[in-house]
């Protein structure tokens, strides 16, 4: 198939609009890059270029053309002589050349001497993962997540204190005590161990303490001074057995490789500076 230019043209344009969407100062003004422009020289002339957009700053219009040239390999001096044709009885315009593979030594003269900027437009590489020393960057990131869940309670059993319970409470003794209430609406107050949770927190924390390990478990807490608060209840605790399950955890593997977003470079040779554009986001001086 016959290489007509029009994929390259577009990958430029798509660069280059994420570009101008990014800058500051001129992204509220919606500019759309065209493809294709012909435009009227100053002889009556119609000439073609493959991009092209404009903008209104502080009363002047700023117009751009951008040539692009898909070429293998390296871009003759005889291609810069024929834009400055094109864009000599176009005094208004500012010139750009773009290909992905770089410019011979006679054409980066001629284009320097004519305020030509001239652009490589490509691809990444493996090169754009190093500093300049060698160094690479982080290009993928792996991450093993593990979603722990909370315990299931199935049985919660406290011993009170009977006698503190009989001098502060107005609790028949002699009925059977049931904590019919929400595991976030009961607080253990372990003033021994400087500890408050309520059971729904002390789920959590049995959750965790169970890593690889999955089934029916039970544990018996005694204390030295807490009390345990449901309501406006509140009742000395002795100490309490918990009876809860536990399920395996959730393995989710994240896999994040930063090269998979970065859609192109754009090499700024007249600056001796480079930028990346991700699909999210726009670095420059990559």
């Not at 770089?102 to 490589?120: C, H, M, P, R, V």
Request: net charge negative.
């Amino acid at each position: 198939m016959v290489n007509d230019g029009r994929d390259y043209e577009q990958f430029v344009k798509n660069l280059q609009q994420a570009l101008l969407d990014s800058e500051d100062l001129i992204k509220q003004k919606n500019i759309i890059i065209e493809t294709n422009k012909k435009l009227k020289d100053n002889c009556g002339i119609e000439r073609e270029f493959d991009l092209y957009w404009e903008y209104e700053l502080a009363g002047v219009v700023y117009k751009t053309v951008i040539e692009c040239k898909d070429y293998q390999s390296r871009v003759s001096v005889e291609k810069i002589d024929a834009l400055i044709g094109k864009t000599r009885d176009l005094p208004d315009i500012k010139p750009v050349f773009a290909t992905k593979t770089g410019y011979q030594s006679g054409a980066k003269t001629k284009a320097e001497f004519n305020k030509i900027d001239l652009l490589i437009v490509r691809l990444q590489s493996e090169k754009d993962w190093e500093d300049e020393d060698g160094t690479p960057f982080i290009k993928q990131i792996a991450i093993n997540m593990e979603l722990v869940s909370a315990a299931r309670t199935t049985s919660f059993s406290p011993l009170i204190d009977a006698h503190w319970a009989k001098e502060n409470t107005d609790l028949d003794l002699n009925s059977p005590f049931n904590l019919n209430m929400r595991n976030d609406l009961i607080l253990i107050d372990d003033l021994d161990r400087k500890e408050k949770y309520t059971i729904l927190q002390l789920e959590e924390k049995l959750g965790g303490s169970h890593r690889g390990e999955s089934g029916d478990f039970s544990k018996t807490t005694e204390f030295n001074d807490a009390y345990l608060y449901c309501e406006d209840l509140k009742l000395k605790l002795k100490a309490f057995t918990i009876n809860y399950s536990v399920t395996l955890p959730i393995k989710m593997p994240i896999n994040i490789d930063y090269s998979k977003e970065l859609v192109g470079v754009i090499e700024y040779l007249h600056k001796g500076t480079k930028t990346a554009v991700f699909t999210d986001r726009i670095i420059k001086d990559w």
